[in-house]
């Protein structure tokens, strides 16, 4: 069974920091994934891209410099360190598998909830 | 960067009917850059169209999509109880850059 399941999101304090992790499950590891949020109510914002071997990496505006992207695809897994947490990265973050040959998103995780507040 | 607008924000319509989801972009974006989400809520987002007209694996055959340039459109062609749900369009702008429209509510009349 294809599957993607995120840990280590939870409270935090303005300035703080959280590692992401996303376990891969049913498949090669052998795609680019990345990592996308969704704050409470609101749509969804791609945070950052992995290629499958890592060598490339790039993020989304409101988290260059804060956030880094790796995997270790011997562990089937992909992180996200985040770095200088302010209120607006409060948010669901998903890991998302990127489609074989196309640029959409074929397999989700459940998500994990990262709150940021004093 | 481009910018995707969806319209309408929310779609009142009965099962069995049909719904037709826009999705504009601000710039010409690529057919094959060009997919479809539909997310419940308390649920992951779930891969419906890619390449604007490909169906994901195990979607059924009542959603299609269409447009090229800067108009797509997803449409429904007969609503079961468990399409209402909110709708993303999404796409990608080389670099790579991901950005998602702000999504098409459909709900229940």
């Known amino acids: 069974q294809v599957q993607l399941v995120e840990s280590g999101g939870g409270l935090v304090k303005p300035g703080g920091s959280l590692r992401l992790s996303c376990a891969a499950s049913g498949f090669i590891f052998s795609d680019y994934m990345s990592w996308i949020r969704q704050a409470p109510g609101k749509g969804l914002e791609w945070v950052s891209y992995?290629?499958?071997?890592?060598?490339?990496?790039y993020y989304a505006d409101s988290v260059k410099g804060r956030f880094t992207i790796s995997r270790d695809n011997p562990k089937n897994s992909l992180y996200l360190q985040m770095n200088s947490l302010r209120a607006d990265d409060t948010a669901v973050y998903y890991c998302a598998r990127g489609g074989d040959g196309h640029w959409a998103f074929d397999v989700w995780g459940q998500g994990t909830m990262v709150t940021v507040s004093s | 960067e481009i910018v995707l607008t969806q319209s309408p924000g929310t779609l009142s319509l009965s099962p069995g009917e049909r719904a037709t989801l826009s999705c504009r972009a601000s710039q010409s974006v690529s057919s094959s850059h060009l997919a479809w989400y539909q997310q419940k809520p308390g649920q992951a987002p779930r891969l419906l169209i890619y390449?604007?007209?490909s169906r994901a694996t195990g979607i059924p055959d009542r959603f299609s999509g269409s447009g090229s340039g800067t108009d797509f459109t997803l449409t429904i062609s007969r609503l079961e109880p468990e399409d209402f749900a909110v709708y993303y369009c999404?796409?990608?702008?080389?670099?790579?850059?991901?950005?998602f429209g702000p999504g098409t509510k459909v709900d229940i009349k």
């Open positions: 992995i290629s499958s071997s890592g060598s490339t990496i």
């Open positions: 999404q796409q990608y702008g080389g670099s790579p850059q991901f950005t």
């Open positions: 390449g604007t007209s």
